[in-house]
């Protein structure tokens, strides 16, 4: 049993005809992800990539019973995209698009709190359990079926960890890039959680950045269910200089407690297998595993 997206999973791209909708659904066709088809109000009775174009999401429901939504709507109108999904009963909704005004994600996330909807991202690589769907934008051949669940802040991380841990003769079950806006739908300690419950996932990839206390928050959570499942983790961001924002827009040292070094003696504390390099994920997991 994955987590969030699987074989079964009825995807729907919003903002499928623009230029990043068509590149990225043409790689989850390809890839094998259940694309059911798309949706861009205006277009809809339309195909595009040999997939029905829907003028709204309820469409997209109605017609092709869609439950899962990857969006690539501009900034703008991302949040409002946001919304409609969950309004029009889709479980899972993933939001790549960059850039969206913190205010707009206040609303969005105030908005879907008490549906029945788990938002990831936005500013996220998205979600894929190999061989089974993705549901994003990351190079799905580094992806390699296995039972360790990976939860990052950083997309480049996610795939890094990805290749350590094929290389290190295991898989991935499911591989979550939770994004590295302030306002994000999934937290660390959520989407750990999901792959705790998860009974095709044996251990855990946990990578976080500075800035926020999310990596924190997660770690003691598992130190408080007992450490159910080992989890490798790392903090990236480990020269960045106070107050200054390196890459996201989330990290950004704040106080004390949201520095690398910080971060990663919490995580140690909590029993976590914590790295100083990515390059030691992989190696380090074989042992947490007894491998």
């Known amino acids: 049993m994955s987590v969030l997206v699987n074989k079964n999973s009825k995807v729907i791209v919003q903002g499928f005809t623009g230029s990043e909708g068509t590149f990225h659904a043409g790689q989850m066709i390809e890839y094998g992800t259940n694309v059911v088809g798309g949706v861009t109000p205006g277009k809809g009775g339309q195909t595009h990539l040999d ?23 501009p900034p703008a109108f991302a949040a409002d995209a946001i919304m409609e999904a969950a309004d029009a009963g889709i479980k899972v909704i993933i939001a790549v698009t960059e850039g969206i005004p913190t205010k707009d994600m206040v609303t969005a996330k105030e908005y879907i709190k008490d549906k029945d909807v788990v938002l990831v991202g936005p500013n996220c690589p998205g979600v894929i359990t190999p061989e089974e769907a993705k549901v994003g934008i990351m190079p799905g051949f580094v992806f390699k079926k296995g039972r360790i669940g990976i939860v990052s802040k950083s997309g480049t991380l996610t795939y890094e960890a990805a290749d350590q841990v094929v290389k290190a003769g295991l898989g991935v ?67 960045a200089p106070k107050g200054k924002r390196m890459g996201h827009a989330g990290a ?9 070094a910080a971060k990663m003696k919490i995580m140690e504390e909590c029993g976590l297998h914590v790295v100083a390099s990515p390059a030691d994920i992989g190696e380090t997991m074989k042992k947490a595993l007894g491998k």
């Open 51 to 73: 997939k029905p174009v829907f003028n709204t999401v309820q469409d997209a429901v109605d017609q092709a019973g869609a439950d899962v939504s990857i969006i690539f709507v």
């Open 252 to 260: 950004i040292i704040g106080g004390a407690d949201d520095t690398a």
């Open 173 to 239: 079950s499911t591989a979550i890039g939770i994004g590295g806006d302030p306002i994000i739908g999934t937290s660390t300690k959520q989407a750990v959680q999901l792959l705790m419950e998860d009974d095709e996932t044996d251990a855990i990839v946990m990578i976080g950045e500075i800035g926020g206390n999310y990596e924190a928050e997660a770690a003691r959570w598992i130190q408080s269910q007992g450490n159910p499942k080992p989890v490798v983790g790392f903090i990236a961001g480990q020269t």
